[in-house]
């Protein structure tokens, strides 16, 4: 087999697209000519399930191959989450970036506005429907009715060609690990929830969402949403913003903005992963692996504000990266371990 050039698949209601005389269609060609203007290379993108060529091309991308260079763009309407056969190629293709340890090879366009995605108690029963929502969405419900050859059509189409050609990128990167970032030899040691009284109610989800938050403690959550969560308080800390501690029933706290939840801090105790994998403890060298090698590296003191994207801090005792992207940053301890991990909004 040969080289596997980057490509992508479109997702689709093929009533959607015929319904909008073929403007699925014409985004699906736009969208193509937007990359290969970006990168000078061609990117195909497959988009009829019937044709031949989408069937060979999906078994040699998702079931035979390891590329890191495909992507699903699912068109998400209330028709789509209705189709047996979109469901299906989106269950599949989550599989393979699962063994990518990627998150970012799904790239939906929020095409007609879905119940299903704006309301939390409907989506929570549909596992497809929370992925969706918690991954980037091109939105261009305002845009469906207008000329491709608008002005704001051409901008929307070109920054979804920009995070294909991101993702790209990401995947060519190949920055090596210090040596001295690396931990040779550490000492095993208890895990840490076995030290703490933190004591979750064993039901509900057990992996914290990327960019989302854990059950009902999640980016946006009013002041009152949590506190009916979790109840009040163990300490409250009022300056420019307000930080609600649960550090020792819990292991977490929430860092308030405008009454609106901005940060939700994961602290040594918590016993859960992250959806990728992660978790208190896990070494850095397998959070680069999952989450993408830092650009560059950078000393640091804590007084510094560390907020650059995919930048490895080095500080005299910890370090930390933030993967803006993808709602997640990470604080590591001396042994280069996760000693803190924090759920963000995810730049969009």
């Not at 970036?97 to 704006?118: A, M, T």
């Amino acid at each position: 087999m040969g080289k596997v050039v980057p490509a992508a698949f479109m997702s689709y209601a093929h009533f959607d697209d015929e319904h909008g005389e073929g403007r699925i269609t014409m985004l699906c060609k736009r969208l193509s000519g937007e990359v290969k203007a970006q990168t000078g290379d061609e990117f195909p993108i497959f988009q009829d399930q019937k044709d031949l060529q989408w069937g060979e091309s999906w078994n040699e991308r998702i079931k035979l191959t390891m590329s890191e260079v495909t992507f699903l763009i699912p068109v998400v309407t209330p028709t789509y989450f209705k189709r047996p056969e979109c469901r299906r190629e989106l269950t599949e293709f989550m599989e393979y970036e699962k063994r990518l340890n990627r998150n970012d090879l799904v790239l939906p366009i929020y095409w007609i506005e879905c119940e299903l995605l704006e309301k939390q108690d409907l989506r929570k029963g549909d596992p497809l429907a929370v992925l969706v929502a918690s991954r980037h969405r091109a939105d261009l419900r305002d845009l469906r009715f207008e000329a491709f050859n608008s002005p704001e059509v051409g901008k929307r189409v070109a920054r979804m060609a920009r995070h294909i050609v991101d993702a790209l990128r990401r995947t060519a990167r190949t920055v090596p690990l210090p040596d001295d970032m690396i931990c040779k030899e550490v000492p095993q040691a208890s895990p840490v929830f076995e030290k703490t009284s933190v004591k979750w109610p064993p039901i509900g989800d057990t992996t914290v969402i990327e960019g989302v938050g854990f059950r009902k403690v999640v980016i946006g959550a009013s002041v009152e949403e949590v506190i009916e969560q979790l109840g009040p308080p163990e300490q409250r800390i009022d300056s420019q913003m307000v930080w609600f501690t649960y550090y020792a029933k819990y292991g977490l706290d929430v860092l308030f903005v405008g009454g609106i939840a901005r940060e939700i801090r994961f602290d040594p105790g918590f016993p859960f992963p992250l959806a990728r994998g992660p978790s208190i403890g896990t070494p850095l060298e397998d959070v680069l692996r999952v989450y993408g090698k830092p650009v560059r590296y950078e000393k640091a003191n804590r007084n510094s504000e560390l907020l650059a994207d995919q930048i490895l801090y080095r500080l005299p005792s910890a370090s930390k990266i933030i993967y803006q992207s993808q709602g997640v940053a990470f604080w590591f301890d001396k042994q280069h371990k996760v000693s803190q991990f924090v759920i963000i909004p995810p730049n969009k």
